[in-house]
């Protein structure tokens, strides 16, 4: 009898057993099946994009004495992004194209802003986040810019302002591909989503194009004299953020750095964009733009763009 009480023991416990590790693996392949059909519904293509209008305007009579100058502004901004994602590879793409208009009264219209950028980024799974990559960026303007250049100078040296356009003449100082700047190289992305992503680029080909009319008599944009486009070999670091404060308000972060190998190294290029979007409704939001460049080949000083305005916005 305790031989057969022992025995029953032992298939009960061996049948226990037997349950509870059907079951955890019955749990386990449930959850990997719940994580293979999440990463599935993630696959192939994902696009959105975003339209925008801001409108400013303010208007003063002849007769308001608290001072102030009528004017008008707008400004329409595009950013489109379009995504693969596969188990093994990734591909990202971002369009973003600006344009913006500003006229003050018994002055003539001038440009408030003026982008068009690409950026397109390719990686292969390595390992956990991290992917090997190729990756391409493109930029450069839509429309001439101005400036006003006094000639009347005693010593002949030209004096540039913007201040006062009278007995100025107006020349042109760039246009739609001067100037024009193409990254490409490979290296290692970090990519946590969509939204978290840095890109390291240790051997990045860089080119900047401009029409040979703006180097006839000097350099420009770091372009010898007489020449039509420059060639740098460096480092590159991309990085991406874009995350919510709160709910309806968004942040967008784009920060792009660059090293140039072949002279003065220490020097190193900086882009910095944000995007500040705080939405009213589905069509109206105020939209916040701000821009930081320093690219010593230029000038040497940082770069500044802002623009703020509410108006009329589209997602897609």
């Known amino acids: 009898m305790k031989k057969i009480v022992f025995v029953n023991l032992i298939l009960l416990f061996y049948g226990i057993t037997s349950a509870q590790v059907n079951e955890k693996a019955l749990i386990n392949k449930t959850a990997e099946a719940a994580e293979k059909t999440k990463d599935t519904t993630n696959m192939g293509w994902k696009k959105a994009g975003n339209f925008s209008f801001l409108f400013n305007q303010s208007a003063f009579n002849n007769e308001w004495l608290g001072g102030g100058t009528s004017n008008m502004a707008g400004n329409i901004s595009l950013n489109y992004d379009f995504n693969y994602k596969s188990e093994s590879i990734v591909w990202d793409n971002k369009?973003?194209?600006?344009y913006g208009l500003t006229k003050l009264k018994d002055q003539e219209t001038t440009k408030s802003d003026d982008r068009l950028e690409f950026t397109s980024?390719?990686?292969?799974?390595?390992?956990?986040?991290?992917?090997?990559?190729?990756?391409l960026n493109f930029k450069t303007q839509m429309d001439a810019g101005f400036k006003y250049v006094d000639f009347t100078n005693d010593n002949g040296t030209p004096l540039i302002t913007t201040d006062d356009f009278a007995d100025k003449q107006k020349v042109t100082i760039s246009h739609f591909f001067s100037p024009a700047y193409l990254q490409?190289?490979?290296?290692m992305l970090w990519k946590?989503?969509?939204?978290?992503?840095?890109n390291i680029a240790p051997a990045t080909s860089r080119f900047i194009f401009v029409h040979k009319h703006f180097t006839e008599l000097g350099s420009a944009f770091g372009v010898d004299q007489g020449k039509s486009f420059r060639f740098e070999f460096g480092a590159a670091l991309n990085g991406y953020y874009k995350f919510n404060i709160m709910e309806n308000v968004s942040m967008e972060n784009i920060l792009n750095l660059y090293s140039n190998y072949l002279e003065k190294?220490?020097?190193v290029d900086i882009d910095y964009q944000m995007n500040l979007v705080m939405k009213i409704?589905?069509?109206?939001?105020?939209?916040?733009?701000?821009?930081?460049i320093y690219d010593d080949n230029a000038i040497g000083a940082f770069q500044i763009r802002e623009v703020f305005g509410l108006g009329f916005n589209y997602g897609f």
């Open 95 to 98: 369009i973003f194209a600006a």
């Open 121 to 135: 980024l390719l990686g292969k799974k390595a390992s956990g986040y991290w992917y090997y990559s190729a990756f």
């Open 184 to 187: 490409v190289g490979p290296g």
């Open 192 to 198: 946590k989503s969509d939204n978290l992503k840095v």
């Open 265 to 267: 190294p220490q020097n």
């Open 281 to 292: 409704n589905k069509y109206l939001s105020t939209n916040l733009s701000f821009q930081a």
